[in-house]
């Protein structure tokens, strides 16, 4: 359990940089990050690099004792290299360029800028690559954010082009393939195809899949050029890449392929994110101060399967932030709090952002572990608290990595894609309903892995797939040959790779193991609530309700009032036909989890725990003082049972 | 009373259609429409027709002895085409083109497109003009759509200053006309005369109105310049176009005139209907599953008067849809109850869309008469008992043509331009005001005809005008030499045709025959509601209310509490000085009616019923079973006088 | 107190003329405001001047004894100066240009459009600049309106750069003023300088905030380079632009420096800025037809301020306008009462807009003094009935010009810029905050002068800075020099003018008179209500709220829940770390005023007073009749003390 912070020495006078450093080591950070932002300063004319303050920036914190992370600065390209190729700018949808003046503003296919990064790349490589306090490097920033991916250039339809070649082959069979025949959309050749925006109406869903496709790709790719850049210089450093929260722009599972990074690293923002996903009005009410419990954690578990076993915090809130519609101070707690969180997911460092708030340019009202006059800011103090608490106790300073949970819940980025690309009501929202599985889980006191599809998943004794559009016969054969309970939500096997509907009706293949066919399916407004009961518990379909119909072996273990079935069931497998509320999830994954031979402890209102090799932790995002469930032998190896509001504890058992 | 389905025989494998064609004549389907998006099909490259396999579609499909309507393709250009010609593609308000890669990616006033429009459908009609099952021609597929008209291209541009020109014939007197000196937007000749889009604040009212009359005139001009070929070519051909529900982007009356149509057909979806226009919330959440009572009702009424009292539906929903904001699937019976309902409003023919849902591209989730595994669908079903109902009954096989109502609804294209154009205030809109006294006429058990203020109303007891911005001499005589009850609503006579005020004040020329003048006209926000008392009724305005002066021997038959006069009359004509609670309008339309001396019979919710000669049909759109009001001398031909949710009868009397 | 109108003589038959004129005079009017659209009548072709038409209008109005305010043409460009000089359309934010069709489509940077200018004004002014009933000369017309300032043009580009250089001398004192180190944004020359629109995420606040004050200046300039022209020819007339109300697009300070303008005029139009403004609903509701009571007085306050004590009413709401979201007939007696309201408020002159309402083009739907038939509308039949009430009034008729207020209320323009670059909350808008201080100052019956920070403060008893972003030393010395309380809303210092943190934290300078520091802020989602006690009265923070430290000696006056302080004070000064609930302000201003010795009066809900000279004037805008507070000596010049919906009465004490 290690903590860092994120520093930019070319924003201060070099005369504080040997206090900061000398202060940050007092304060008990291991981890720096810099210089992600700072090509101007690297190199503030074509070519001519200028390296000097950024070595004694690196000696400077080396010297207190420091580890450094080093950032790629390609997030953000200087107005010199904008002015001598502007096709680096990046094209919205609606076929205007970006302009030069904040950052991300490249065109992510411009070849031109790949071209540039891998240079500027080389020459940080080469200068720092084997520096002995350089532990990682990271790439660029942030990749996707500010909806600059997808690019709509000229440079990303030619690669685009280019990459439904690879992918289809003949134009003939791609035009098969998208089902082009429909409103006469096929063509004559790649390079007749367009990119799917500015049409009157909807492209073709395949069209617009395909892109999505490619841009994932893109992503990865233009990562993937700086990692063959630094594997090369830095042998011995860790890579990453900084992810966001709730972000689904690219396949993580896809970019992470191939050790292309060694550490998933991501940026934990908890308040702003609580203010601003899907989230019910009344839990962005209730969770403004503390965020909501588990909106953290299910990126923290996402990005720990996807770094395969190892994650990082890259940036962690530290106090209020700038950039939410609101923007609350935390409870007091929040800032110790969420150091604790994180690593009882498993996480090697939690990294603060930032070390001093930066009194001007675009995040001037972002909060760091100082206030702008250096003092220690309110989420600074905290710090120093969580950090003296660990040094204090040797159970906590060397935790091992976290173990396998026995719930798995499957995550799929194309899903998202798919039901983005074709929501059929508006308010369906894939990564939501993914969510509200996660959701009832963890209020089940279960620890959960979030996997891709295609992750081995034998070791699981539950496997929940809150939905996945594609289900392919590898999946099938998962099903097959685990001994686990399975839970299938809405939608599916709705689709085929090709996006659309699989010949022998959704759920497509899982009709291998479940017999049962999806008849029709519905979108629900407000105030179309179908009802059931369920275990004695009633409810409603929320979004969506399909009509299935139950085939050959198949239980229907649920129905709605009106007849139609809500979960089906043969086996291990169940089916439910319909988003449910939260509280009839929550039932279902109970019994499930029960069947399953998982133990689950009900937790109340805004209580969380998980576990990390012997320790348990708990956590209180409730606005109530309440008891952590500890049993009686427990041993506390940091606070006690009776938690307040943003309190944290965590114990062995005896 | 005729059932006829959609079918795309490109969008199968050949060795399907002699099995569909078999068992589309098993169902009880006559007509099959084919053909309007396979352009791509027919001509894969410039010049090169492939006549095939539409040769052989039509053949099979004419074996099993149903008639064929053939579409025209022009509604989806292959892209060879659109490379060939990219001005073909259009222009949006904003000045971005649209892109290939959906439908109706094509500017209407493009001459080079309606070149080709006319070089594709002479080639076609050329083949298939005198082939004997080819009953119908249709051209295009729903003008309009998507909003790509109006188009604001180089060649609309041009067009329109020539149709300019042909009015105005002098740019002087067009400046005269449009009040130029307004402002200083005074014209030195026709061709500097812009498009009215990217103006800083609001173009000219009539700059805007003409540039909407124009493009109604385009949209008609398409169509006949496909119409004069097809005439040429299939000479005993119906010829159609099908338009759509409750859509106002041209002149329907205009497009119809000249013999340009022999039919009206329309395609009607209901639930997407009722869930996209501006109903009340409250009413979107009673009529989700079984749309809303009049909302077909409405256009059978329009586009039978349109059609010269020939209408067909020609896309008929048969299940969810894709494409409203919600996609309920249907109450049970809908489907099948949407067919009686046309038929009962005088359709000749119901077809369905579409034989089978196609699982792949833009519409897969679109349903249709069969799934995509071609199992037939829950709509199917109801199809197939509707065609034995049909059959089994001679009463019901041969309806006569719908007889004239007694009871004229005006509805007015224009007036819905120019209320757009000038709404005043956020909430008004005329076709919703329109539909509002259909609604209350329809409520009192009226058969109702929708008509243009330019028809021989001769023959109506009662003729209400729900608004109508310009009353001309000919209306005022039509008013005088009557002998009906005319109701007019507020508004009505608000504007000369060229944009302006009436020099004596609204409501203009229909001073005439009702004394009156409107002094000052408010748009009320929702916490704006002006009380009146209304025979013992109370109620308020919403929307809009005017200050009126009654003059001369004009009585005020109700007053606002504030005094301003509510409903002013004078003989037998009443004008309403306001947008009235929808009760009230149908307690108004009630006295009306009764003045008229036309039956009235008020219906319970949910609940209507339509006369097509002996017959009167009921049907039940409510959540509750119900008695449809049968005499007790009814001879049922179809159902019983119990009715439950989705249910239909019909009966004569004995 | 005099009366004026808005007239279009280019507008109506030459036949009218006379007979208008005429009948102006009879009404009581005594100025008349012409030509402020008529470029296209004053120059139809290039350089082509016909004078005729306006000599005869000048000669028929002047001969019935009016005085004459002339308006330049220039925001109408007319058609053939478009077409000759395609760049004097201005550029959206989005990069597409604006089109000719309406008004206020030009660029303002254009130095094209600048020449036009002058050439126009300098033929205008050398005809009529001595004509002895010319009085007064109004450049263009609310400058700014329609959102065509900014323009983001290439020639805004060019002339932004220049500016840029003059301010900051060298691009590297512009990147350390800007911190264009952050994200690499450094420039390397003024001329890679772009403007802020189209960035990928937020732009640099100093970018954005430098090219509002640039785009400020511009607007001032562009007035200035016809005053120029205006001063050589019409030496002793007065010179004026008509300013908008709650208008903040450009400092209006700035703009009337250096003797730009003679005396301040705005356009009042109470109605449609109630719906339009950010009020509360409920006051929406209540106001919809009086207007509410501070909206025009707010501006009558700050225009005063603006026009060093003179101010007029340009144009005045005479009945329904056009361009609200709804637009409701006004109470009757409110076109009287805004008049008798503008001259409490000091104005010389208030003129109506419109003599005669125009049948067509674009303000058809807007009132006038008259119906379009030629007949006096409601709105003047009160404004006929307001003139005879002056001029039987000796006392009224010569009011003597406002006496200073012993209460001020700064108001700073740069303050509403830098808060919209950063709400940083999406509720939090300052001039909503100062609005709502002015509110609660009103209903304690006080009178306000609203000024800018740069005045003299010094003979006020209470100054009233709801916030200000940049507290100077020359603010902080104007405190220590004065005897007056002061209170200072929340973010006030928290800014320096290259838009970064003070390094001593805020409130900045202002810490020289008030030791305390604000350690973190928050902005507050609805659901999140810090509540407080403040002299007994509980209430909550809205949108925002501080972190605040009390350092030295200063006391804590109140206290959140939280134990956060709401109220800091030292001295004379009082510092408020929230947006409070408006009764809480009202509160705190009622101490305040009494600590410094202004007499305080609570009004009843919606009624008003306002002295001028001598006299007192009281006015209803609630829904209830009420009594003014007048004294039991009062000697009434204008009505009586029992007020109904809409009336106004007058005193002056024996």
Same mark, same amino acid.
């Given at each position: 359990m290690q903590l860092g912070v994120c520093y930019y020495?070319?924003?201060?006078?070099?005369?504080?940089w040997a206090d900061d450093a000398q202060r940050m080591a007092e304060l008990g950070i291991t981890h720096v990050r810099i210089a992600e932002f700072a090509w101007s300063r690297m190199?503030?004319?074509?070519?001519?690099?200028?390296w000097g303050w950024l070595d004694e920036a690196i000696e400077t914190l080396a010297g207190a004792g420091l580890k450094l992370v080093l950032g790629t600065p390609t997030a953000s390209p200087p107005k010199w290299l904008i002015d001598a190729h502007p096709d680096v700018l990046p094209v919205r949808a609606d076929g205007t360029r970006w302009n030069f003046?904040?950052?991300?503003?490249?065109?992510?296919?411009?070849e031109t800028y790949r071209r540039e990064c891998v240079r500027i790349v080389s020459a940080m490589a080469e200068r720092?690559?084997?520096?002995?306090?350089?532990?990682a490097w990271q790439t660029d920033?942030?990749?996707?954010?500010?909806?600059?991916?997808p690019s709509y250039s000229p440079a990303a339809l030619k690669r685009f082009q280019a990459w439904l070649e690879r992918r289809h082959e003949t134009v003939d069979r791609l035009n098969e393939a998208w089902g082009n025949v429909f409103w006469s959309m096929?063509?004559?050749?790649?390079?007749a195809i367009g990119l799917?925006?500015?049409?009157?109406?909807?492209?073709?869903p395949i069209h617009l899949l395909d892109f999505r496709r490619f841009m994932s790709d893109e992503v990865a790719s233009f990562h993937r050029e700086q990692i063959d850049v630094l594997r090369r210089f830095a042998p011995n450093a860790d890579m990453l890449h900084n992810f966001m929260g709730?972000?689904?722009?690219?396949d993580h599972y896809r970019f992470a392929a191939?050790?292309?990074?060694d550490v998933a690293a991501w940026d934990s923002y908890p308040i702003a994110r609580t203010e601003s996903i899907a989230l019910p009005e009344e839990q962005k009410a209730r969770y403004a101060?503390?965020?909501?419990?588990d909106v953290s954690a299910f990126d923290h578990d996402r990005y720990r399967g996807i770094g395969g076993g190892r994650f990082w915090v890259m940036e962690q809130q530290a106090g209020p932030v700038n950039w939410a519609p609101f923007n609350p101070v935390p409870a007091p707690g929040m800032v110790r709090l969420w150091a604790f969180e994180a690593f009882a997911h498993g996480a090697e460092l939690v990294s603060y952002f930032r070390w001093r708030q930066c009194p001007?340019?675009?995040?001037?009202m972002h909060s760091g572990l100082?206030?702008?006059?250096?003092e220690l800011s309110p989420g600074g103090i905290e710090v120093r608290r969580a950090a003296a608490e660990i040094a204090a106790s040797d159970v906590l300073k060397d935790l091992p990595a976290a173990a396998p949970a026995q719930v798995a819940v499957v995550f799929d980025y194309e899903t998202q894609w798919m039901f983005e690309i074709?929501?059929?009501?508006?308010?369906?929202d894939y990564q939501t309903l993914a969510f509200d599985y996660y959701e009832a889980l963890r209020e089940l006191g279960i620890d959960v892995d979030i996997v891709s599809?295609? *992750? =081995?998943?034998?070791?699981?004794k539950l496997v929940v797939v809150?939905?996945?559009a594609v289900i392919d016969d590898a999946l099938v054969r998962q099903i097959e040959s685990s001994s686990a309970q399975w839970v299938f939500g809405p939608?599916?096997?709705?689709?085929?790779?090709?996006?659309s509907i699989p010949g022998n009706l959704p759920p497509g293949a899982l009709q291998h193991v479940l017999p049962m066919q999806v008849l029709e399916v519905e979108s629900l407004r407000p105030t179309l609530q179908p009802s059931l009961w369920m275990s004695g518990e009633s409810g409603i379909a929320l979004h969506w309700r399909e009509h299935v119909r139950a085939n050959?072996?198949?239980?229907?273990e649920a129905r709605f *009032? =009106?007849?139609?079935?809500?979960i089906v069931s043969h086996g291990r497998v169940r089916y439910v036909a319909a988003w449910l509320t939260h509280s009839l999830h929550r039932t279902l994954l109970r019994q499930a989890a029960g069947d399953a031979g998982v133990a689950v402890q009900a937790l109340p209102e805004g209580l969380r725990t998980r576990r990390r090799g012997e320790v348990t932790f708990a956590f209180n995002f409730s606005a109530t003082t309440q008891y952590a469930p500890?049993?009686?032998?427990a041993r506390f190896v940091?606070?006690?049972?009776?938690?307040?509001?943003?309190d944290v504890c965590a114990w062995t058992e005896a």
């Open positions: 020495p070319e924003q201060w006078p070099r005369s504080m190199e503030p004319r074509a070519g001519q690099y200028v003046g904040s950052r991300r503003h490249y065109d992510i296919s411009s720092y690559g084997r520096h002995p306090s350089i532990v920033n942030e990749l996707g954010c500010h909806d600059t991916v096929e063509y004559p050749s790649f390079d799917p925006n500015l049409t009157p109406t909807d492209a073709n709730f972000f689904t722009t690219f191939n050790k292309s990074i101060r503390t965020s909501h419990p001007y340019a675009q995040e001037q100082h206030l702008p006059n250096n074709q929501r059929h009501g508006t308010a369906f599809a295609k *992750a =081995d998943l034998s070791g699981y809150p939905s996945i939608r599916s096997g709705s689709k085929t790779g090709a996006f050959g072996e198949a239980q229907v *009032a =009106d007849g139609w079935p809500a500890a049993p009686s032998n940091l606070g006690e049972a009776l938690l307040s509001t943003g």
